[in-house]
C-alpha cells in the first residue's frame, strides 16, 4: 500500500508540473493588446482570501503520538480492564485532491486519501490479553477512502460548497474483514458570502464522523485576512486557526482541528463484528514552509486529547451499545504529537 501511494504521489505531481507549464506558455502568448475593458463581464467570487494558506494537491505525512496509558479490557477471573503502557502511535498519512474543472465558474476537485494508525501497546502473548487488544496492536488501525468537493460561486458576492467523502475504516487483519458495514459516509454544505478579498463566510451542516460518532451540526466557514501579517481560517466546529504571515512562503497557524471516524473490527471470541468510535481533539502549532517550486514543508506540534474511543456493536451505535460496560470502558491518557509532512500545492 505504501508503495503505491508513493508511486500515485511522484506521478500527480509529475502530470501537474507538465499541465501547468503548458498553461503558463499559452498565457505568454497571448497579445492582451487585442482585448478591450472588460466591462459588462460578468464576475464571479473566488475560493480563497488574500494571504491563505495553499490548497493542497498531494500530500505525504508522517504523524507520531508520544507515550500514554492504555486502559481496556482484560481477561481476568471475572472480566474486567487493565492498564498498560502504550509507547506510541504512529504512521502514514497520503492525501491526493486533482482538480476536475477549474474556472471562473465552477471549481471541481475529486481525491483520494489513506492513513494508518500503528498501537505500540505493551502486551503479553498469553491467553489473559484480550482479544480486542491484541488485534488493535497486531493491526492498526486503517482508512481509506475518496472525496469530492465542488465550489459554485453563483456572482461576485455569493457562492456554494458542497463536499462528500466515503471511507472504508477498519482493525483489519486481512481483506476478508472488510464490509458494507466498514464504510462511512460524510458530507457537508455550506452557502457563502465574499464580502471582499479579505473576507469570505458562510452558514451550513454537516454529516460527519470527526467525534467518531455520526452526528449532524451546523457549520461556519470564516476566512479573514486582517492585514499583511495576521488572518484566520475557521470550518467549524472541525477545525479553526489563526494565521501569521511572516511572508507569502512562510506562514504559523495556532488552533486545533477535531478527527475521528468509525472503525470496524471483527472479533475471534465472541465471534463478531464490532465497531471502534475514535474521535481526538488536536489543539497545535501549524508551520507551512515554501521549499522550492510548489513543494512545501508541513509541520505540526500539539496535544492528542481523547475525545472518544468506544466499541459498541451496532453499527453507529450509541453509548448503550458498547461491547463493554462502565467495568470495561475504554480510556486513554493524553500525550503530545507532532507531525512533519511534504506537500505540492496549488499556484
Do not use: C
Not at 40 to 53: I, M
Not at 221 to 244: I, S, Y
Not at 282 to 294: A, I, T
Not at 316 to 335: A, H, M, Q, W, Y
Amino acid at each position: 500500500m505504501i508503495k503505491y501511494t508513493i508511486a500515485l504521489f511522484f506521478f500527480v505531481i509529475a502530470n501537474t508540473v507538465a499541465a501547468q507549464v503548458r498553461d503558463t506558455s499559452a498565457v505568454d502568448d497571448f497579445d492582451y493588446s487585442k482585448f478591450g475593458d472588460a466591462d459588462g463581464v460578468k464576475r464571479y467570487a473566488t475560493q480563497k482570501v488574500l494571504n491563505q494558506t495553499p490548497n493542497r494537491i498531494v500530500s505525504l505525512a508522517y504523524e507520531y503520538q508520544g507515550a500514554f496509558k492504555y486502559t481496556g479490557p482484560e481477561i481476568l477471573p471475572n472480566d474486567g480492564r487493565i492498564t498498560r503502557n502504550a509507547n506510541s502511535i504512529a504512521g502514514l498519512r497520503a492525501q491526493v485532491n486533482i482538480p476536475v474543472i477549474s474556472n471562473t465558474k465552477l471549481i471541481w476537485q475529486v481525491g483520494a486519501n489513506y492513513m494508518r494508525s500503528n498501537f505500540d501497546i505493551e502486551v503479553s502473548q498469553n491467553l489473559s490479553t484480550h482479544p480486542f487488544t491484541q488485534s488493535l496492536t497486531s493491526n492498526g488501525m486503517h482508512t481509506a477512502g475518496i472525496n469530492t468537493t465542488i465550489f459554485k460561486p453563483l456572482n461576485e458576492k455569493n457562492f456554494l460548497i458542497f463536499q462528500a467523502s466515503a471511507d472504508v475504516n477498519g482493525v483489519f487483519e486481512g481483506f476478508e474483514d472488510i464490509n458494507t458495514k466498514a464504510i462511512t459516509i460524510s458530507a457537508t454544505a455550506i452557502y457563502g458570502w465574499k464580502k471582499s478579498e479579505k473576507n469570505m463566510y458562510g452558514f451550513g451542516v454537516a454529516r460527519t464522523y470527526r467525534a467518531g460518532q455520526i452526528i449532524y451540526v451546523p457549520v461556519v466557514l470564516w476566512n479573514k485576512t486582517f492585514n499583511d501579517k495576521w488572518g484566520m481560517e475557521l470550518l467549524l466546529p472541525a477545525r479553526g486557526h489563526v494565521r501569521r504571515n511572516f511572508s507569502t512562503s512562510n506562514i504559523l497557524q495556532i488552533g486545533y482541528e477535531l478527527e475521528g471516524n468509525q472503525y470496524s473490527m471483527q472479533l475471534p471470541n465472541p465471534d463478531n463484528q464490532v465497531f471502534v468510535q475514535r474521535g481526538e481533539l488536536k489543539p497545535r502549532l501549524m508551520w507551512d514552509k515554501k521549499l522550492k517550486g510548489f513543494f512545501w514543508l508541513n509541520i505540526q506540534a500539539g496535544y492528542r486529547y481523547n475525545w472518544r474511543f468506544d466499541v459498541v456493536d451496532k453499527y453507529n451505535g450509541r453509548e448503550d451499545d458498547r461491547v463493554f460496560g462502565s467495568r470495561s470502558k475504554i480510556t486513554l491518557t493524553n500525550p503530545f504529537y507532532f507531525s512533519v509532512g511534504l506537500n505540492f500545492v496549488s499556484p
